[in-house]
């Protein structure tokens, strides 16, 4: 590299020896960018991570139900009308 052609400003500092660039050149550009295999894997790779870590963020872990214990049949109450009823149908029948 010639030296000469060097100034203060690095090696791009003297524009007039570049050429611009075009709309439709910077376009073709880009698509091909782009479209590379690895472009493309890369943001497939990092939407994949993305979903993972916000579902695991947004993740509610269920508050766990507790299990009923089963009781043995107990036997029900006989209404306080019925059972003097009954005592009075016994009183009859003897």
Same mark, same amino acid.
């Given at each position: 590299?010639? /030296?000469?052609?060097?100034?203060?400003?690095?090696?791009?500092?003297? #524009? &007039? +020896?570049? /050429?611009?660039?075009?709309?439709?050149?910077? @376009? +073709? !550009? !880009?698509?091909?960018?782009? !479209? #590379?295999? =690895?472009? @493309?894997?890369? &943001?497939?790779?990092?939407? !994949?991570? %993305? /979903? @993972?870590?916000?579902?695991?963020?947004?993740?509610?872990?269920?508050?766990? %139900?507790?299990? #009923?214990?089963?009781?043995?049949? +107990?036997?029900?109450?006989?209404?306080? =009308?019925?059972? &003097?009823?009954?005592?009075?149908? =016994?009183?009859?029948?003897?």
């Amino acid at each position: 590299m010639d /030296n000469s052609r060097v100034k203060a400003g690095g090696p791009f500092a003297d #524009t &007039t +020896d570049m /050429n611009p660039m075009s709309v439709d050149a910077l @376009i +073709d !550009l !880009l698509k091909k960018v782009l !479209l #590379t295999p =690895e472009v @493309i894997g890369v &943001t497939v790779v990092i939407a !994949l991570y %993305v /979903n @993972i870590v916000s579902s695991v963020v947004s993740y509610r872990k269920k508050k766990p %139900v507790p299990k #009923t214990k089963k009781r043995k049949a +107990d036997p029900k109450p006989v209404p306080a =009308e019925k059972q &003097t009823a009954d005592d009075e149908d =016994e009183e009859m029948e003897s």
